[in-house]
């Protein structure tokens, strides 16, 4: 019904049938799904800028970062699967830790307004093109 009425807002559907209007509203979720790897190529773009290129300490600093973390997951998941006092001192470092719901349904709601923010881009780029 929101992709209904996101295109009922911003697309001239007078001369719609039925077919066309779900054909749109599935195209604009699917669309909206292929739109959510734009802020990948920003980032992207920005790395490729001259000021980024030319400061040879910041790129290796975030190539260092960008690296680490995975590497740390990845070596913190098999030691704790090849070692049972690494996993017990794991599961004592994090029990402590909890997220409450609240935290979890901002984050939710987040993501879900960063996919309604890709699908709307696309309703209006159909609109306007």
């Given at each position: 019904?929101?992709?209904?009425?996101?295109?009922?807002?911003?697309?001239?559907?007078?001369?719609?049938?039925?077919?066309?209007?779900?054909?749109?509203?599935?195209?604009?979720?699917?669309?909206?799904?292929?739109?959510?790897?734009?802020?990948?190529?920003?980032?992207?773009?920005?790395?490729?800028?001259?000021?980024?290129?030319?400061?040879?300490?910041?790129?290796?600093?975030?190539?260092?970062?960008?690296?680490?973390?995975?590497?740390?997951?990845?070596?913190?998941?098999?030691?704790?699967?090849?070692?049972?006092?690494?996993?017990?001192?794991?599961?004592?470092?994090?029990?402590?830790?909890?997220?409450p719901a609240t935290v979890m349904r901002v984050i939710a709601m987040l993501l879900f307004g960063y996919f309604l923010r890709t699908v709307a881009c696309v309703i209006c780029?159909?609109?306007?093109?």
């Amino acid at each position: 019904m929101l992709m209904m009425f996101l295109l009922y807002n911003f697309c001239d559907d007078s001369q719609w049938d039925f077919s066309k209007s779900l054909a749109e509203m599935i195209l604009a979720v699917f669309g909206g799904i292929g739109c959510m790897i734009v802020p990948f190529t920003d980032g992207y773009a920005f790395w490729n800028m001259k000021k980024i290129k030319q400061n040879k300490t910041l790129k290796a600093v975030l190539i260092g970062c960008i690296l680490a973390v995975p590497g740390m997951l990845v070596l913190g998941i098999c030691l704790s699967i090849a070692d049972a006092v690494f996993e017990a001192m794991v599961m004592r470092l994090f029990s402590g830790l909890h997220v409450p719901a609240t935290v979890m349904r901002v984050i939710a709601m987040l993501l879900f307004g960063y996919f309604l923010r890709t699908v709307a881009c696309v309703i209006c780029s159909d609109a306007v093109g």
